[in-house]
């Protein structure tokens, strides 16, 4: 166990809606990043938060977004759902200037779309 | 698009073999990661080799690094039913805090 826990597990949604999906960070970490992973592959970088503020994002549509709050927790919001976005969703938290590089991963949140 | 890919994309081999999975990578890095993934769960980190490092050991795990090459191994000794999963290399991106870019990676079975 990593200490990130993500919610819900699992998620069903239709074409168009919208869904927000969260993560608590390790204790003591100060960045997370949210990853996509389509079913066979290798996760996907979304976007990163540092101290409250986006700190990189990959090749993601506007309408991914996320927050992260004043306790380190965070938030990944996807609007007008399409059926390309079901997946495994997976947050990682990790301690920027700690001097160490490993990501802590949660276990994730299935979201389907039909 | 993937940093890194593995290969081979799936082995099978009997309990008590060795397992290893290579993987290759395009941009110059400081450091490559490797990661583990139960059916359908989190990635669980198994272990980091730094650029300046050519092997390193974590228990029955050997990691090797060629940066000359672009390439990294994971080797895994005596395999266990337990060791069933996929396994990903993972390389961060220097300009953009800890971001990690994945490759594909590979699905191991271990025949009891």
């Known amino acids: 166990e990593t200490g990130v826990t993500q919610s819900p597990t699992h998620l069903i949604k239709t074409r168009g809606q919208q869904v927000t999906l969260r993560c608590s960070s390790q204790s003591g970490h100060n960045t997370v990043s949210w990853y996509q992973q389509a079913l066979g592959q290798g996760p996907q970088f979304i976007f990163q938060y540092y101290r409250e503020e986006e700190n990189g994002r990959g090749n993601f549509p506007p309408r991914f977004s996320g927050l992260q709050f004043p306790n380190y927790s965070s938030e990944l919001n996807v609007n007008a759902l399409e059926l390309d976005d079901s997946a495994l969703y997976l947050c990682?938290?990790?301690?920027?200037?700690?001097?160490?590089?490993?990501?802590?991963f949660g276990p994730g949140t299935r979201l389907t779309v039909t | 698009s993937q940093q890194g890919e593995e290969d081979p994309q799936a082995l099978s081999i009997q309990e008590g073999e060795n397992a290893t999975m290579n993987c290759s990578y395009k941009t110059s890095i400081n450091n490559l990661q490797w990661y583990r993934q139960n059916s359908g769960r989190g990635l669980v980190h198994l272990i980091l080799?730094?650029?300046?490092?050519r092997e390193k050991h974590s228990g029955r795990l050997r990691v090797t690094l060629d940066t000359s090459k672009k390439s990294s191994s994971l080797l895994i000794t005596a395999s266990r039913a337990a060791d069933t999963a996929s396994y990903f290399c993972?390389?961060?991106?220097?300009?953009?805090?800890?971001?990690?870019?994945f490759g594909g990676g590979t699905r191991l079975m271990v025949k009891p």
């Open positions: 080799i730094r650029s300046n490092e």
């Open positions: 993972a390389t961060p991106d220097n300009n953009a805090g800890n971001m990690l870019t």
């Open positions: 990682a938290s990790s301690l920027v200037g700690g001097g160490s590089y490993e990501q802590y």
